[in-house]
């Protein structure tokens, strides 16, 4: 990667060793929706670290709110279903639509905020690598039930997923 | 090195848009000199060219705290506001700016834009023709005023304009850009692509010759239109506001799905899971068959240049 030299500019990463397995912040998106947050989220935070992101402490705080607020919108359904508030299968699907548009929203923020640092490590000739697409594939397909049902309880289900 | 001609050599990259070079001349300059306002403040006006938006804020929150009173600071801080679609603070930064610097078409310019962002074209007029009475003979203005009349469907006007550019600087690349859009609207799509292919011949990182190109690639194909009339709607609202409206297509798409299940219509549910499913998939494949034929068209243009 070329040495910027001089005056370093805010929102230039600083790449570590690491760095070879920064991969573009589309493929810890698309392991979120398809995986889910036990993909997405530690991806993210370990892709700040990889390519040195300066928002890194920042990405950090949104993966960290995803999953406190991922277990309060979860504790909060559990009580209305224990209350008899949500019992049929559609008010229990409505009820699952705020978990998923939340955890979407943390991951888009998230998306937007490391591709702004990524374009940047690119276009000083830092290089990705390509293992986002087989990770998504083994991520959502094979291990996803068996991170699952590592624990058996809803809660988890519901803030894992 | 000396930082007056580390300073006159970032304008002098900048003027050409060669933005890298400028940015390693500030950076040479701001490693020996890191107070210095001026250099603090042109380096966020590259970097709002290379859209890097909030590294230009830090810059010009240091250019402001080195020196409030700098016309440049001013100028690079409505750029960014306008960036960030701030509108109210790029416009009082450019109310000081005018009275800081009354006579500089490029301000007067600026201020046109600024109303354009916010709906205000007719208003635009006047800084416009302020702009032209100060500099007649300034392409830049003269472009101005061909984009002026073509967003106000004067079609003639903006002709005439735009021709009187391109006698005043020839090759000027915005000119020749609206001449491009004025050939696609009168359905000349081959000529539309020669004067983006010409522009680009020009500066081949021009973003509004960029934006022709793709604009004419995008009438030839059915398929890409769509997804450019849809990203070209997206990318004129914030980062924040496009994630809502994209969160707010989900759901709706969530709801519509779930009720019609629950009111026995599984098979409609179906069909509308199908149709959606199609459009993420088709948001995801459009833009990389997008790049990609731009990216032919580019690698002619620099065949052109080595011609």
């Given at each position: 990667m070329a040495q910027y030299g001089g005056y370093r500019i805010e929102d230039e990463p600083r790449p570590g060793?690491?760095?070879?397995w920064a991969v573009s912040p589309f493929w810890p998106l698309l392991g979120l929706m398809l995986g889910g947050a036990w993909l997405g989220l530690p991806w993210f935070v370990f892709n700040a670290i990889a390519v040195g992101s300066p928002t890194r402490v920042r990405e950090w705080l949104l993966a960290g709110l995803c999953l406190v607020g991922s277990l309060l919108i979860g504790l909060g359904l559990l009580q209305l279903v224990e209350a008899g508030y949500i019992q049929s299968q559609a008010q229990i699907q409505y009820a699952l639509l705020t978990l998923v548009v939340w955890k979407l929203a943390i991951g888009y923020l998230l998306f937007m905020q490391q591709n702004a640092t990524i374009e940047i490590y690119q276009y000083y000739g830092g290089v990705l690598n390509r293992f986002g697409l087989p990770v998504v594939l083994i991520g959502a397909f094979v291990l996803k039930g068996m991170v699952i049902k590592w624990v058996p309880a809803t809660l988890w289900y519901l803030v894992v997923s | 090195m000396n930082t007056d001609y580390l300073l006159q050599l970032a304008y002098q990259r900048l003027q050409a848009d060669h933005y890298d070079g400028a940015i390693d001349a500030l950076r040479q300059l701001l490693a020996s000199d890191p107070d210095s306002a001026e250099a603090h403040a042109l380096l966020a006006v590259c970097l709002i060219n290379l859209r890097r938006v909030h590294a230009a804020r830090r810059e010009v929150q240091l250019a402001l705290l080195a020196d409030a009173q700098l016309p440049l600071a001013h100028y690079a801080a409505a750029q960014v506001a306008i960036a960030l679609r701030k509108f109210k603070l790029a416009q009082e930064h450019l109310t000081q700016l005018l009275d800081m610097?009354?006579?500089?078409?490029v301000n007067y310019r600026t201020l046109a834009d600024l109303y354009q962002l916010t709906g205000r074209l007719e208003q635009s007029r006047e800084p416009l023709e302020k702009a032209l009475e100060l500099a007649p003979d300034d392409a830049s203005n003269l472009v101005a005023m061909a984009q002026f009349y073509r967003a106000s469907g004067q079609w003639g006007q903006a002709h005439q304009f735009a021709r009187q550019a391109l006698q005043a600087e020839p090759g000027h690349t915005g000119a020749v850009v609206v001449l491009g859009h004025l050939l696609l609207r009168e359905g000349d799509v081959e000529g539309a692509r020669e004067h983006a292919i010409w522009a680009l011949q020009e500066n081949a990182n021009d973003r509004a010759a960029l934006h022709l190109l793709t604009a004419v690639k995008a009438r030839s194909s059915l398929f890409l239109g769509t997804w450019w009339r849809f990203n070209s709607w997206m990318s004129e609202r914030s980062a924040s506001r496009a994630i809502v409206v994209l969160l707010l297509m989900f759901v709706v798409y969530r709801v519509v799905v779930i009720t019609l299940t629950a009111q026995g219509y599984p098979q409609v549910a179906q069909v509308i899971d199908w149709l959606w499913l199609g459009f993420a998939a088709y948001t995801f494949a459009a833009p990389q068959i997008f790049r990609h034929s731009l990216e032919k068209e580019l690698a002619q243009v620099k065949l052109s240049r080595e011609f």
């Open positions: 060793a690491l760095a070879k | 610097e009354p006579l500089n078409p």
